[in-house]
């Protein structure tokens, strides 16, 4: 299919197609429930380049044909299945970036909206969203953008943070704190009873949307560095495994850390033991944002001293390697402190 | 082990690397690295990094010497972005570009670079006197004895950083 056909056809997915049969063809207001997660990404993905610009639309159509499609499909797989996140676990995992950040908030609003869509107006809109992020971040660079975007999504602790999220609430815990207001739950029997199902789906859209897009964002951001750790994820996720070598190799009194001192390599070491150190490279790499031009390393500060710099000065800063197996090692990094 | 075939060019940067990572660690089976930081901190890599920054090269030093051998730099010119690796072992560097599709390419020669920046990086790098390498010499392996036990390396790790994960 072309890129003239597919973005009739997208057009014409959001009811504003011009093709002959067209009264064949879904209207603005036409039920979207019971599409797939695939459509769904699909319908995002050409809608957000037929919102653009036409010369950015045009940039866009080559850079679909040059390989950003399937990763961008790739992502917003993972964007539309990860909603249920909270929205710091959702900035930091997806993005690497912190729940202040405009293109991630965007990017956040379109995936829960195509999520939640009942309704070609509603995809449409989405769709809308996508394209402002696309801007945001600048069309040059949106390739690279969505490229690490869905190297985030394949993050098997990305994968399993997802999943975990996924998983059906546990009724126990549910007994004490429900998974929506009560309000937000009258509101969804209501809309429940007044308007059909798709009614209510839209209320619990909506109420997914003030829970996780707060007018004020709440929490540390991934990204900032100079403050102390005081975000927590509500979700669960299993971390990553250690590299037990290589984590040894910074914390005192190992033979691997005896190693790299003998060999006159320069070793940052870990002020506790080796189950400190591993707790603090899995919190790192959980909350730490990527560094630029680095595959697969992450830095965290924690704000406080975590470790001595090979002069035995003061380290707050945590850097995290994730080696091509997925297992992860830490040491003590950066800037020395006073 | 990798071996490189003999007669060809990359057989003789091939075997300029080994000389160089003898002369740098000592032995491969007993490395001792504190050459490598000397050369890290030379005028030949500080002036480099100078000389792309006064023609308006915004460069960001990633370097950890728990984990690099090599000044890791990313340079930034008019929203184009080229990683950079200035080996401490010798004068051996890496650029890597990434292009609008995501993919890395290794650039070795300045007339053959995929952008403005990547030329100008190159061309700079390789008038400092250092050999740019490509991806399949930087995956040969090498026995070298390691401080976390393991007694194999990449010439990408024995030369610039402690991953096995190369762009």
């Not at chain 1, 189950?275 to 406080?304: M, N």
């Not at chain 2, 004068?91 to 020669?109: C, K, L, M, N």
């Not at chain 2, 790790?157 to 994960?165: K, P």
Request: glycine share 10%; net charge neutral; charged share 20%.
């Amino acid at each position: 299919m072309s890129w003239e056909d597919q973005g009739r056809q997208y057009h014409m997915w959001f009811g504003h197609g011009t093709a002959a049969d067209k009264g064949k063809q879904p209207g603005p207001g036409s039920s979207v429930v019971g599409k797939s997660t695939a459509d769904r990404v699909l319908a995002l993905a050409y809608g957000a380049i037929a919102s653009l610009p036409a010369a950015q639309r045009r940039q866009a159509e080559a850079q679909y044909h040059s390989g950003t499609l399937p990763r961008l499909k790739e992502a917003m797989t993972a964007w539309l299945r990860a909603t249920a996140l909270d929205q710091a676990t959702f900035a930091s995992r997806l993005f690497g970036r912190g729940t202040d950040d405009p293109v991630v908030r965007s990017l956040h609003r379109a995936a829960l909206g195509a999520a939640t869509a009942t309704s070609q107006d509603d995809l449409r809109d989405a769709a809308g969203t996508v394209a402002e992020a696309i801007q945001a971040v600048g069309i040059n660079q949106w390739p690279r953008f969505v490229a690490d975007a869905a190297e985030r999504a394949r993050d098997p602790a990305t994968q399993a943070a997802i999943e975990k999220s996924r998983q059906p609430p546990d009724p126990a815990l549910d007994a004490i704190r429900p998974v929506y207001p009560v309000e937000t739950a009258i509101g969804v029997a209501a809309a429940g009873i007044a308007g059909g199902a798709a009614a209510a789906a839209r209320a619990v859209g909506g109420a997914i949307l003030k829970q996780v897009l707060p007018e004020k964002p709440t929490g540390t951001p991934a990204t900032d560095r100079t403050k102390p750790s005081a975000t927590t994820s509500s979700t669960v996720v299993e971390a990553p495994p250690i590299s037990r070598q290589k984590q040894d190799g910074h914390v005192a009194g190992t033979a691997q850390n005896r190693n790299r001192v003998r060999q006159g390599t320069k070793t940052s070491t870990f002020d506790g033991s080796s189950a400190e150190a591993d707790a603090l490279t899995q919190e790192a790499w959980e909350k730490g944002s990527p560094v630029p031009g680095r595959s697969g390393i992450r830095d965290y500060d924690f704000g406080r001293r975590i470790g001595a710099a090979p002069n035995g000065k003061s380290q707050s800063i945590v850097r995290v390697h994730q080696d091509s197996a997925g297992r992860i090692h830490g040491h003590p990094s950066g800037r020395e402190l006073p | 082990m990798s071996q490189a075939p003999h007669g060809t060019s990359a057989d003789a940067t091939f075997q300029s690397i080994m000389d160089a990572l003898a002369t740098c660690y000592g032995s491969l089976a007993e490395p001792n690295f504190r050459k490598v930081y000397v050369t890290m901190g030379s005028p030949l890599h500080r002036d480099l990094i100078a000389g792309l920054r006064r023609k308006g090269v915004d460069i960001l030093e990633t370097t950890d010497e728990n984990d690099d051998v090599s000044n890791q730099l990313v340079a930034t010119l008019s929203g184009d972005q080229v990683g950079l690796g200035l080996s401490g072992v010798g004068p051996f560097a890496a650029v890597v570009h990434q292009g609008e599709d995501g993919r890395y390419s290794w650039v070795t020669q300045p007339d053959k670079a995929p952008t403005p920046l990547a030329a100008l990086v190159a061309a700079a790098v390789k008038q400092s006197g250092f050999k740019l390498l490509d991806r399949n010499m930087v995956m040969r392996t090498i026995k070298m004895n390691r401080a976390d036990g393991t007694t194999e390396a990449t010439l990408y790790q024995a030369l610039f950083t402690d991953s096995d994960r190369v762009p």
